[in-house]
T-cell receptor
Framework: AQSVTQFDSQVPVFEEAPVELRCNYS??????LFWYVQYPNQGLQLLLK??????LVESINGFEAEFNKSQTSFHLRKPSVHISDTAEYFC???????????????FGKGTLLTVNP | DTGVSQNPRHKITKRGQNVTFRCDPI?????LYWYRQTLGQGPEFLTY????????KSRLLSDRFSAERPKGSFSTLEIQRTEQGDSAMYLC???????????????FGAGSRLTVL
């Protein structure tokens, strides 16, 4: 069984400040890792993913996450946030041991990022 | 392609009534998933289809819940004899079948919010 822990349920920051949203996972097999973002009254949108290769992955809007196998972590970072980044962020894991044939995502409880002016 | 479409977006019902939600996935996606999201929690897996075959059901899916995907296109999720504990956001997602980086990337709909009075 897999599990995801997002330690912070809420993270308030000021605009243009850096932010880190923490995510740790537990799995007995290799994993694929994801960050999804949910804006108010909208569905989940994929922010970035780690499937293989470089452990540092980036999104088009300035977020990045680094897969750390030894620490079983996939923390999300942004050096300077905007008010429009206010949303709930979900870390998720799926089984990476079957070469892409597995499908089920296990999500963390989410972190609400609130960017204040 | 307009993405994953879910209807209705909101449903308010009285306890004991039956409700049905519909999901139209991205047309070329063979896999379709249902998740449930309650307040303060991340999405939880309910069930999964590959084409018209329902391949897995979570223990969260009691016998009051039934999901179908006739002809491998749209899917319906029916809840019979609703209870207040069924109040949640029901999320549908789809993904392609082919192996590779796309198979593990789920595209979510905006969700159907159920309120049971």
């Amino acid at each position: 069984a897999q599990s995801v822990t997002q330690f912070d349920s809420q993270v308030p920051v000021f605009e243009e400040a850096p932010v880190e949203l923490r995510c740790n996972y537990s799995s007995s097999v290799s994993v694929y890792l994801f960050w999804y973002v949910q804006y108010p009254n909208q569905g989940l949108q994929l922010l970035l993913k780690y499937l293989s290769g470089s452990t540092l992955v980036e999104s088009i809007n300035g977020f990045e996450a680094e897969f750390n196998k030894s620490q079983t972590s996939f923390h999300l970072r942004k050096p300077s946030v905007h008010i429009s980044d206010t949303a709930e962020y979900f870390c998720a894991v799926s089984d990476g041991s079957s070469g892409g044939s597995n499908y089920k995502l296990t999500f963390g409880k989410g972190t609400l990022l609130t960017v204040n002016p | 392609d307009t993405g994953v479409s879910q209807n209705p977006r909101h449903k308010i019902t009285k306890r004991g009534q039956n409700v049905t939600f519909r999901c139209d996935p991205i047309s070329e996606h063979n896999r379709l998933y249902w998740y449930r999201q309650t307040l303060g929690q991340g999405p939880e897996f309910l069930t999964y289809f590959q084409n018209e075959a329902q391949l897995e059901k979570s223990r969260l899916l009691s016998d009051r819940f039934s999901a179908e995907r006739p002809k491998g296109s749209f899917s319906t999720l029916e809840i019979q004899r609703t209870e207040q504990g069924d109040s949640a956001m029901y999320l549908c997602a789809s993904s392609p079948l082919n192996r590779g980086s796309g198979a593990n990337v789920l595209t979510f709909g905006a969700g159907s919010r159920l309120t049971v009075l």
